[in-house]
């Protein structure tokens, strides 16, 4: 098996696993909720007319009205259970991708397997 068919194979291991399966649910239900959609919308108008108010230079009190509602768009979406589950599963999706590649780039580099002097410094045992 060549080094394409066996990182084929990775790929298809690493979509079998329950963390890969989360994201997959979590990224379908984020982008499926329309209020989280919307105020997504809301924020990049928001952050566009900020841009444009400072390019001007205008007054600091619509600058200081547009940053407010900015950061409370931002709370709101930020705060939004189908965003917490996103970022979360996102996260834990890009740990262990992390992972899988510290544990090539260690096999690469002639080191192999865990050790207990080096375990808690690697990170893909835990």
């Known amino acids: 098996m060549n080094v394409n068919e066996q990182a084929e194979a990775l790929g298809r291991a690493l979509s079998q696993t329950d963390t890969f ?33 400072e390019s001007q230079g205008t ?38 991708l992390e992972s899988v590649n510290t544990i090539i780039l260690n096999t690469m580099n002639g080191e192999s397997g865990c050790t207990p002097d080096k375990c808690a410094s690697c990170g893909h045992c835990h």
């Open 21 to 53: 399966k989360r994201y997959i649910f979590a990224k379908g239900k984020f982008e499926q909720n329309e209020d989280l959609t919307q105020l997504i919308e809301a924020y990049n108008m928001e952050k566009l007319r900020l841009d444009i108010i």
């Open 59 to 96: 007054d600091e009190e619509k600058k200081n009205s547009c940053t407010d509602k900015l950061n409370k768009i931002y709370q709101d979406i930020f705060s939004n259970p189908d965003m917490i589950e996103y970022n979360s599963a996102h996260e834990e999706l890009s740990n262990l």
